[in-house]
């Protein structure tokens, strides 16, 4: 089941990914870098050839390149996801082709282009999986030297950038460039928004009942500290327990309801990892 689950989020992502690539950038030339900005580009170089062809020539080759640099076990995802990318790029400019913008409004399309492929990206990346194209260039570099990847990739798609500027004119250039500059940053907060949980502090005379809750209703675990109040000097118990956001709201609710005196400490956390939450 759990393998069905990963297979079509990694769908889901991917062709979320694909859509806003295709639908949004493609037509408007936004080049914010990696294989598509550079398909973007040298489809307008090479009429001859669709920047969705170019997508597949590019995602092919990079992959040929990883196996031969990284070795077959590289990441099974990744493939899958930058085949399937490749695959149904092409598909749509067949089936769907696009002559021009859906609209003119080009900041609409730009919030588009940049918000689909982030949160299908998001979804790929928090499942360590990526439409492959530059990031196996980031894998590689990973591997065989010390340069902070995170940095020349940026460079990269900076140069990029800036020949989208020289190629499809400046306005077209200054969108690509917000659409670079809010990429990465959207990217990371669907990251934190997917992984987002719970993190509750409880300290009640009703200890038994909330542990009893969390267990049993909740199907979650908790810590349980002795201690006691700094003012009063009576005893107390601290219960320590982490849960999603629904569960968070359920216990909040019961807590309150048997015991409205209890002291609740509920904080956000996106880096959980035990039973139950991220590395299990």
């Known amino acids: 089941m759990k393998r069905v689950k990963d297979f079509a989020l990694l769908t889901f992502g991917t062709l979320l990914v694909t859509v806003g690539v295709y639908v949004f950038k493609f037509p408007n030339n936004f080049s914010t870098g990696g294989v598509s900005g550079l398909s973007i580009i040298l489809g307008r170089l090479l009429p001859f050839v669709t920047p969705g062809t170019l997508v597949m020539v590019f995602n ?12 077959v076990s590289f990441g099974l995802r990744t493939v899958y996801c930058s085949l399937l990318t490749s695959l149904v790029t092409v598909l749509l400019e067949r089936v769907m082709p696009m002559d021009g913008p859906l609209t003119n409004q080009p900041l609409l399309e730009l919030a588009f282009a940049i918000l689909l492929p982030a949160v299908g990206s998001a979804i790929l990346f928090n499942m360590q999986a990526s439409t492959g194209g530059t990031d196996i260039v980031a894998m590689i570099l990973r591997k065989y030297s010390s340069l902070d990847i995170g940095k020349a990739l940026f460079v990269a798609d900076s140069l990029i950038v800036l020949w989208a500027c020289l190629v499809f004119g400046i306005e077209t250039g200054l969108y690509s460039i917000l659409g670079l500059t809010l990429k990465a940053a959207v990217v990371d907060n669907v990251i934190e928004s997917i992984n987002l949980r719970k993190y509750c502090t409880i300290i009640t005379e009703q200890h038994e009942r909330v542990e009893d809750f969390i267990t049993k209703q909740l199907n979650r675990s908790a810590t349980v500290w002795q201690g006691y109040g700094a003012y009063s000097h009576d ?32 904080t956000n956390s996106s880096e959980i990892i035990g039973k139950g939450f991220r590395g299990n």
């Open 235 to 266: 005893e107390r118990h601290v219960v320590l327990t982490a849960v999603s956001r629904i569960q968070a709201q359920a216990l909040r609710t019961f807590v309150r309801s048997i015991d409205p005196k209890a002291f609740i400490v509920i």
């Open 60 to 71: 092919c080759a990079l992959l040929v390149v990883g196996f031969a640099f990284l070795g």
